[in-house]
C-alpha cells in the first residue's frame, strides 16, 4: 500500500508477532470456529466491490463505495497490541485511518451517542455463517467518545499490505484497549445510535461478554482468569495490562465507572 | 425398537477371531494421531498453522484424542454384542489405557506448560472454574482405572469389586465430554457430536434381550 504515514509514537515497543501467525491464527467465526479455518475459508473471498452503508443519526448517510468512503484520509501504520479474551496476544502492524476522520466525513448529529458496527451477512461468501454459531450477523458497538478516540482505528491493511480476507478484509475495526472481538470485521455497515446496541457476544452470552470489553487484568470472565496472557511466540505468561496498555490514551473514558459492573 | 433385533445366528466376525498383528496395528492407530502431531509441530512442515499457539492447540487436541479413545473403548462391548466377535474384547484394556494415557498428556500439558506447575493458579482454577473441576474428577477416575488394568488386579481386588470400580466409566465419559462442552465459547458441535455417539453407545448396552 503506497502512502502510509508511521506513527512510532502509537508503536507498542514489543517485537511484531510474525504474518505467519497474524494471518493463520484467526477468530472469525464466519469463516469456521477453528483458528486455522479462516485463512483456509476465505481463500477467495472477494472484497471489491464493497460498499459501507452509514445510517442512523448522521447528516450524510448513505451506501458508499468503500474507496470513496475513505478517499484523501490518511493511512497511517500503527503497531498495536491485539489481546484476545481467550487470553493470547499478538503485537500488529495495522494500516489504516482514524475512525474518528471518517466519522467527521459523515457529520454524525448531537442526537448520535453510540456507533454500531455489522459485519457482512451472505452465507454463500462466508460458509461459517450457514451454521448458527452467533446471532449473525455480527454486530459490535463503541461509545461515541470510544469511537472518536485517536486510539481507534479503522484498518485496510496489515504488515504494509491489503488485509487478507481472514484478517477481515476490506475494512476492520481496531481497538487497541478491548478485547479482540470488539474489532468486528468486514464492515458492510456504520449505524449511528442513540442507546447502546446490542452486540454479538454480549448477545450471545450476558453473563461473560459485556458492551465495554475493555482489557482488563482484575475482572476475569467467569471460566477462566484475565490476569495473565499467552504473547504468540512466547513460552511463559506474561502480566495482562490495565486497558492492555493504553491506560494513559483511554482511561480518562471511563473515570467514575465501576469496571465490575461494565465489564 | 431397533435395539431389539436378534443376534446373527452366525457371528458375523467368528468368536475367536484374533490375528496376530490385530493388537499391533490398533496400537499404531491409537498412537498415529501423537505421532502426527508432534510431526506438525514442526518437524514435518515447519509453519503450520498448530505451531502458532503450540501449548493451546497441544492441550485442545490430546484432550480430542482422551474422548475419542474413551468412545472407542467404550464401543468395543457393543461391538461384541452386535457382531458376536467375542475376541474384540482383547482390544478393550490397551484402548482404555490410551484413552487414560491421552488424558494424562493433556493434563501435564494444562498444568506443567500451560501454567508451569504454578500450583496456586491450578488449585485455583480446579475450585473456581467449573469445567476444570469436571475434567480433573474425569482425569482422577481415569487414573484409578489405569492403575488398576493389570489382571493381577482384577484378583486382588476381587472380581466383583474391580467390576464396580471400572463401572466408573460411565461417570468419567460423561464428565470428559461436559468438560469440553463446558469449555467451548459458542460452537457446540462437536462436543454434541461427543455426546451424540456415547449416548449411543451407553444406550446399545440397555439390557434387551439380543441372544435367542
Known sequence: LPGITPRPDLAAPEPLTPWQAVTTYNNFYEFGTGKDDPARNAVGFKTEPWTVTVDGDVAKPGTYDLGRLLFGIGQEERIYRMRCVEGWSMVIPWVGIPLAELLKRVEPTGDAKFVRFETLHDPKRMPGQAWKVLDWPYAEGLRLDEAMNPLTLLATGVYGRSLPPQNGAPLRLVVPWKYGFKSVKSIVRISLVREMPGTSWARQAPQEYGFYANVNPQVDHPRWSQAKERRIGEFFRRDTLMFNGYADAVAGLYAGMDLRKWY | ?212
Not at chain 2, 506443567?112 to 477416575?141: H, N, P, S
Not at chain 2, 484409578?144 to 461417570?171: D, E, F, I, N, Q
Open chain 2, 1 to 212: 425398537m431397533v435395539l431389539i433385533r436378534r443376534a446373527p445366528a452366525r457371528p458375523l466376525i467368528a468368536a475367536g477371531w484374533f490375528p496376530r498383528w490385530l493388537k499391533p496395528l490398533v496400537f499404531l492407530l491409537a498412537l498415529s494421531p501423537l505421532l502426527w502431531f508432534v510431526l506438525r509441530l514442526g518437524l514435518l512442515r515447519p509453519g503450520d498453522p498448530v505451531a502458532v499457539n503450540p501449548i493451546e492447540t497441544a492441550i485442545r487436541f490430546s484432550g480430542d484424542q482422551a474422548l475419542t479413545l474413551l468412545l472407542v473403548s467404550l464401543a468395543v462391548s457393543p461391538l461384541r454384542r452386535l457382531t458376536g466377535w467375542a475376541g474384540v474384547m482383547r482390544l478393550r484394556r490397551m484402548l482404555g489405557l490410551f484413552a487414560f494415557f491421552y488424558a494424562a498428556v493433556h493434563l501435564l500439558i494444562y498444568a506443567g506448560v500451560d501454567q508451569f506447575f504454578d500450583w496456586a493458579v491450578i488449585w485455583a482454577d480446579v475450585l473456581k472454574r467449573c469445567y476444570i473441576t469436571v475434567g480433573m474428577v474425569a482425569v482422577v477416575i481415569l487414573l484409578a482405572l489405569a492403575v488398576t488394568s493389570p489382571k493381577g488386579m482384577v484378583r486382588r481386588l476381587g472380581g466383583r469389586w474391580w467390576k464396580r470400580l471400572h463401572a466408573l466409566v460411565y461417570l468419567a465419559a460423561p464428565l470428559g465430554v461436559l468438560h469440553y462442552a463446558m469449555m467451548v465459547k459458542a460452537d457446540l458441535r462437536t462436543p454434541l457430536l461427543y455426546a451424540g455417539i456415547l449416548a449411543v453407545l451407553l444406550l446399545l448396552r440397555l439390557p434387551v434381550p439380543l441372544r435367542r
